[in-house]
């Protein structure tokens, strides 16, 4: 049984190369296209796809309006293609925020080596969001647009709020008292799913956070910047793009710039930022979680409480490794929370998480575990 895909854009040329794209692969079938947001929230009612490819630019209904529209009535798994403009990340944030699950630039060429790379990973990133279940969606968009500034028609089913209920129960049922461990550091590493992620943990975070954080998010160079000045008007804490001789600081988050590598230097009462620039085809990810949370070790190391959330792949893995060598703390969200279980089952899998918590769980958790408030 193949997943079903609806490709939106405005652009004929731009439909006929996504669907040929996708339609490649046997376990995809591009079962209609849409021409502007109307045609794709009419279509996403009428023909029930597992995942939407949506543009943001369109005539008569924009991609953002597009996905609230879409995730108000019918709930689908969509991935937004987006210009690596200051703009295209804004937009892109706010569709993020409206409910859209993931994101690849418009120009998917442009983070792969070849054609054919650029197309696999789409297919990819296609499957991975249509093997999600429909409630788990359902219940993820009902998060979302409880916690969104723009969108906040949608009101949540009994059952979704039932099933946020048992899941923090069970969360809290497992941090009932702190481990008794002195930390210096807070250290995060997610990808898909990441940014709304991030935004639920760090606004419940109070402003005399004792702590200061590292933060890897995979996300292209354009999109860190906007990304990071996005939570930081969001946040009581101080958000900010990490700099190179940026001093660690607490109640601070520095999140790693794409397209380059955060390296913590120094001592844990002296750490600075250094932010190297990544030509290695050998390193997948610019940022890497495992890059930083391994000289995390080096500096700080078993003072680190170091968290795994939603994201593809298995970056993060053998960071969290060496951290816990070094006697850290190392948590994963459960898979029921996230958009995609790769990371986080990662660590889980391997032995290295302590602990799986729903996403709304972290901030209650963290707060107790490291003894403040």
């Given at each position: 049984m193949s997943f079903k895909v609806l490709v939106v854009d405005?652009?004929?040329?731009?439909?006929?190369?996504?669907?040929?794209?996708?339609?490649?692969?046997?376990?995809?079938?591009?079962?209609?296209?849409?021409?502007?947001?109307?045609?794709?929230?009419?279509?996403?009612?009428?023909?029930?796809?597992?995942?939407?490819?949506?543009?943001?630019?369109?005539?008569?209904?924009n991609g953002i309006e597009a996905v609230k529209q879409i995730m108000a009535k019918a709930p689908t798994a969509i991935i937004m293609f987006s210009s690596l403009t200051h703009d295209g990340a804004k937009a892109t944030l706010e569709a993020l925020d409206a409910g859209a699950l993931d994101f690849l630039p418009k120009k998917f060429n442009e983070i792969a080596k070849n054609t054919e790379d650029a197309g696999s990973l789409l297919r990819q990133r296609v499957i991975q969001l249509a093997r999600k279940k429909s409630g788990r969606l359902a219940r993820i968009s009902t998060f979302r647009s409880r916690d969104s500034r723009e969108f906040k028609s949608q009101t949540p089913t009994l059952t979704s709020k039932a099933a946020s209920v048992t899941r923090s129960e069970r969360s809290q049922a497992s941090i009932?008292?702190?481990?008794?461990?002195?930390?210096?550091?807070?250290?995060?590493?997610?990808?898909?799913?990441?940014?709304?992620?991030?935004?639920?943990?760090?606004?419940?975070?109070?402003?005399?956070?004792?702590?200061?954080?590292?933060?890897?998010?995979?996300?292209?160079?354009?999109?860190?910047?906007?990304?990071?000045?996005?939570?930081?008007?969001?946040?009581?804490?101080?958000?900010?793009?990490?700099?190179?001789?940026d001093v660690l600081k607490p109640g601070c988050a520095y999140l790693a710039p794409g397209g380059k590598q955060m390296i913590i230097d120094g001592t844990e009462n002296a750490a600075k930022l250094r932010i190297l620039e990544d030509d290695s085809e050998r390193i997948a990810f610019?940022?890497?979680?495992?890059?930083?949370?391994?000289?995390?070790?080096?500096?700080?190391?078993?003072?680190?409480?170091?968290?795994?959330?939603?994201?593809?792949?298995?970056?993060?893995?053998?960071?969290?490794?060496l951290l816990k060598n070094k006697g850290a703390t190392i948590w994963a969200q459960d898979e029921e929370s996230c958009v995609v279980y790769g990371m986080p089952q990662a660590v889980t899998v391997a032995g290295i998480s302590e602990l799986s918590l729903a996403i709304e769980s972290f901030p209650s958790a963290i707060l107790k575990e490291i003894q403040h408030g």
């Open positions: 405005d652009s004929s040329f731009f439909r006929r190369r996504v669907t040929d794209i996708l339609n490649k692969d046997p376990n995809l079938e591009v079962i209609d296209v849409a021409i502007n947001g109307l045609d794709a929230v009419e279509k996403a009612i009428a023909l029930k796809p597992d995942v939407i490819t949506m543009d943001i630019e369109m005539p008569l209904l009932r008292k702190s481990s008794g461990k002195q930390y210096k550091l807070l250290a995060i590493g997610t990808s898909t799913g990441g940014p709304v992620a991030l935004q639920k943990l760090l606004t419940q975070l109070p402003e005399d956070f004792p702590l200061p954080i590292i933060m890897v998010q995979h996300m292209p160079a354009a999109f860190t910047l906007a990304f990071a000045k996005r939570l930081n008007t969001l946040c009581k804490i101080n958000i900010k793009q990490a700099e190179s001789g610019k940022p890497s979680v495992d890059i930083s949370f391994g000289s995390a070790a080096k500096v700080f190391g078993g003072n680190v409480l170091g968290i795994i959330l939603t994201g593809m792949g298995a970056d993060g893995r053998d960071g969290s490794r």
